[in-house]
């Protein structure tokens, strides 16, 4: 047999991601991006519903109270999406709530002001308080390093082979909210695994009126049929006799959502009382909101391909940042008890379906505000078992990854250099985060334990991250090990292009701001 020609066997790199029915600024048809859209706020009411279950407890709050906080989460969210898909990186982005935020915020939960209180809901709305006035100190700094372009300088020293292992570990970082998750009642998430991958890959082809429809809504389908199935299950007794545990992770009627809902509540500033300031609190905030930025610059590239977008100039995802700090900001005056990243789960689905739309994240925002202001619908829709979403999580987050390793054919992986780097980065970027996680299970506390808790929490927080971690190991190893002979290895000449507005043609279509904005912020 003849030898195969090199043109045969190799794939020239492109960096616009192949394949999608639609890109950023092209649009299904109405009802099918409205359909798509509350796909998306489906998706999204996995972390939203989850951080206020989980905080709202150990702070004394009570049912109704988990309920607002939801809701106020979900409203922050919608507006936060808005604005950043409207005048941030115009990316088809989710700002969803973010779990970078938990060290802090369980540090300010065991502050002994605040523990030693003995009414539950005075301590919640102390607490709460305490939270606000950390997010609103801490969110300055996003909102300078992203105004003042002071990312865009530090994203200029980015390459893609320094974005491999950070962007990759956005995906892989999350592996602990995927299938630990679903072991916790296997019943519903392997049915959901399995049959989400059925539809969503291996019955992708089927068509209903010239629409792939399973391909397409395969997370709508396959939640629906799931959570018919856990209510069955439900109602039947089938864990009638089992652990707590279980009953929570499993039962359709656990979480006492729906009861404790009000039917109608519009979420306001500071609704929660004035909040207070503690300079001990803002600073351990300020190292999730470092973390909330890094892991949204990986965010955001990984969303620029899906969306089959260039990747964002560096001037573009500087005043994403910008707006992400005014996210946060507003995420402290509502008192959403956490900060706001994008949602590494809404990117996913852009590759699962297809559809990289800019209009369809706006909707799903529209039904973020909506559902949030009337309670027990959205309350309805809250309901689902968590283990459905982590039985989700398993396919987009794994999705979300491989497009941080598709930067690799940008880089020369021939290079012993190279393998170094991305080999280094993405292991030390998993194993530390690792560590800290274990030794904080069995200690109760974090590897940085001195009598300075600021300082503590501003450690601890950090290095939880994992691509907090592949980006201090990448980019430093990147721009000292041998980087004056390797520029191109690094695939530096694919980038540089796209670090001004100007550089490329494109960038005009993608990035440019609406009602003819650029006329007051001209791009650099």
């Known amino acids: ?14 960096d616009q991601l192949q394949g999608l029915e639609y890109c950023i600024d092209s649009n299904p048809s109405w009802g099918e991006a409205i359909a798509l859209g509350f796909q998306h706020y489906i ?8 951080i206020p279950s989980f905080l709202v407890p150990i702070m004394g709050g009570s049912d109704g109270d988990k309920v607002r906080v939801a809701q106020t989460l979900l409203f922050v969210e919608g507006v936060n999406t808005l604005l950043q898909t409207l005048f941030g990186t115009r990316l088809p982005t989710v700002i969803g709530g973010s779990y970078a935020f938990m060290v802090p915020i369980i540090s300010i939960i065991h502050d002994p002001s605040l523990t030693r ?9 102390n607490t709460m308080r305490a939270v606000q ?24 020293f980015f390459s893609p082979l320094g974005m491999v292992p950070v962007i990759s570990l956005v995906g892989f970082g999350l592996f602990d909210r995927g299938f630990p998750v679903v072991g916790r009642c296997v019943e519903i998430g392997i049915p959901m695994l399995i049959l989400f991958i059925a539809f969503s890959q291996y019955l992708k082809n089927f068509q209903t009126r010239q629409m792939p429809i399973l391909e397409r809504f395969a997370l709508l389908i396959c939640i629906t049929v799931i959570w018919a199935y856990a209510h069955l299950l439900t109602a039947s007794g089938a864990y009638k006799h089992r652990s707590d545990v279980t009953q929570v992770h499993c ?80 995420s402290g005056l509502f008192g959403t008890l956490t900060g706001c990243t994008v949602s590494v789960e809404n990117v996913g689905l852009l590759g699962s379906t297809r559809v990289g739309s800019r209009r369809v994240i706006q909707i799903s925002a529209g039904f973020m505000i909506f559902f949030s202001m009337l309670g027990k619908f959205g309350a309805f829709f809250a309901s689902i078992p968590f283990t459905i979403f982590a039985a989700v999580y398993c396919v987009l987050f794994g999705l979300v990854a ?7 054919q940008f880089t020369n992986m021939n290079s012993m250099r190279n393998l170094f780097i991305c080999g280094v980065a993405l292991f030390l970027g998993l194993s530390i985060p690792e560590y800290f996680r274990q030794y904080t299970a069995t200690a109760l506390h974090g590897p940085s334990h001195t009598r300075a808790g600021w300082f503590n929490d501003f450690l601890n927080t950090l290095f939880f991250s994992s691509p907090t971690v ?10 000292t090990l041998d980087y004056k002979d390797s520029a191109r290895d690094r695939g530096m000449h ?3 292009k796209f670090r001004t507005f100007k550089g490329d043609s494109r960038n005009e279509e993608f990035y440019t701001l609406p009602f003819n904005l650029n006329r007051f912020f001209p791009p650099s």
């Open 1 to 14: 047999m003849e030898a195969p020609k090199p043109e045969e066997i190799s794939h020239p790199p492109m």
């Open 43 to 50: 998706l999204a009411l996995g972390t939203a519903v989850m």
């Open 117 to 125: 209180i003995a009414d539950d809901h005075v301590r919640f709305l």
């Open 133 to 156: 006035g950390a997010l609103i100190v801490a969110s300055s700094i996003q909102i300078i390093l992203g105004y003042s372009q002071l990312w865009a300088i530090c994203s200029r």
């Open 251 to 330: 039962r359709t009627d656990k979480a006492n959502l729906i009861s404790s809902a009000p039917w109608i509540k519009i979420p306001y500033p500071l609704q929660w009382g004035a909040p207070t300031f503690d300079a001990g609190h803002a600073f351990g905030m300020m190292a999730a909101v470092l973390v909330s930025l890094i892991e949204s610059t990986g965010a955001y590239k990984a969303a620029s391909r899906l969306a089959s977008a260039t990747p964002p100039p560096a001037h573009v995802l500087s005043r994403g940042i910008g707006w992400q700090g005014f996210g946060i900001l507003l």
């Open 402 to 408: 491989s497009v941080g390793l598709s930067f690799l």
């Open 470 to 479: 592949a980006l201090i190991v990448a980019v430093f190893l990147d721009n």
């Open 494 to 496: 694919w980038w540089v």
